[in-house]
């Protein structure tokens, strides 16, 4: 059985009566840009996080890199981040002119451990960008309490995992803003590039919603210099339509989950990721034979990909800067045994069961 890494077709079925729907709402209604369709999203999303305020923009990285501005954020600082996630998020901190310093991760989670947070900080760090990888959270308490203490501002890359939960509470609702993005391949994703920023700060949310339209509050009168990222009024009524059932999606996504671990536990070769709250925007199984693994996999038509390799301070743009192998020991470790299996809403059980199969088959000979 061939199984796609990911079938977007597929995921997007149930949705298809729905989404005609949207598109003709917003066609007929004559409003593309900044309309009536991206508020009711706005605040619809903010209700799902917890927030107060919601801002859509034209996509996850200038979610990152504008709740960064809105900060405050700018040339001269430095802005922690993990070692260990897409190369967007250090990216976007290099966008405002700020410089990225990554801190290594912890093994079970993927995620920035806390523990080698102050080593990295100096008199130009500003804030902490806490990536829930993979859908699964980080460790926001013991970061709230770092930035804290060092008087930073904790902020969440949340673009892979719409609806986790800490203790009841979701994520971006614990950093002073968060950014989501809302790419078509996300847990909660458009028919193309989008994004949005939750916040309890209203100061904040003004900020980047000025930023987001050329610091304008009322046309053509910019109080600031901002830029162009909006999320426009079809993506964002094609949004309102897939978040009716973004926690279905979820809850489908753990299902498969705890079916693959029920599987790998056992099995020689391979340790599966334990659960720590996921919403498994993508499921990382590791093998020590990682390249041997994925190449058995590809022959018996099972799609997979590597999330990631090179990381971040390993691709040219950022060895540029002075970044060597051996800077974050674990996370290359962890980016050298990574295997993501396919994960979806709309994976089957026969699916999910074949690609079992597929690990096995190499695990015993
Ligand atoms: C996808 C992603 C982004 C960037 O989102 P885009 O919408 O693709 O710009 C940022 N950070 C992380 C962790 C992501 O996975």
Redesign the pocket.
């Known amino acids: 059985m061939r199984v796609p890494y990911l079938d977007l077709r597929a995921v997007l079925a149930e949705f298809v009566p729905e989404l005609d729907a949207a598109w003709e709402r917003v066609r007929t209604g004559g409003r593309f840009i900044l309309g009536p369709e991206l508020e009711a999203f706005e605040a619809e999303f903010a209700r799902f996080c917890g927030t107060e305020h919601c801002v859509g923009v034209a996509?996850?990285?200038?979610?990152?890199r504008l709740l960064l501005a809105g900060v405050g954020i700018g040339a001269g600082d430095e802005v922690v981040v993990p070692a260990y996630?897409?190369v967007?998020?250090w990216m976007?901190v290099t966008a405002t002119g700020a410089r990225p310093v990554g801190v290594d991760v912890e093994e079970e989670s993927f995620n920035i451990d806390p523990d080698l947070v102050e080593a990295a900080l100096g008199p130009r760090t500003k804030a902490i960008v806490a990536?829930h990888?993979f859908g699964r959270p980080a460790a926001v308490a013991a970061l709230g309490g770092l930035a804290e203490q060092h008087g930073l501002v904790l902020l969440e890359?949340a673009?892979?995992a719409h609806g986790a939960e800490v203790g009841g509470r979701r994520v971006g609702s614990f950093g002073r803003g968060a950014?989501f993005?809302?790419?078509p391949t996300?847990n909660l994703g458009a028919l193309g590039?989008?994004?949005a920023i939750t916040t309890n700060d209203g100061g904040l949310a003004e900020r980047v919603r000025l930023l987001r339209a050329y610091g304008w509050r009322q046309r053509s009168e910019s109080e600031i210099a901002g830029l162009n990222s909006r999320l426009d009024e079809l993506q964002a009524a094609f949004l309102h339509v897939r978040l009716a059932r973004l926690e279905a999606h979820n809850d489908r996504r753990r299902q498969l989950a705890a079916l693959y671990r029920d599987a790998f536990l056992e099995m020689p070769g391979v340790t599966p990721p334990d659960d720590g709250g996921s919403v498994w925007?993508v499921y990382p199984l590791r093998s020590a034979d990682r390249d041997a693994l994925q190449g058995r996999l590809d022959a018996a038509g099972i799609g997979t990909l590597v999330h990631y390799e090179p990381l971040p301070h390993l691709t040219a743009a950022y060895r540029a800067e002075g970044w060597r192998p051996g800077d974050f020991p674990v996370a290359e470790s962890l980016a050298a045994s990574e295997v993501s299996l396919p994960l979806h809403p709309a994976l089957t059980e026969a699916q999910a069961a074949a690609v079992v199969a597929a690990v096995a088959g190499g695990a015993s000979g």
């Open positions: 996509s996850g990285f200038d979610a990152v996630t897409a967007a998020t976007a990536v990888l890359d673009a892979q950014a993005s809302f790419y996300k590039d989008g994004g925007h």
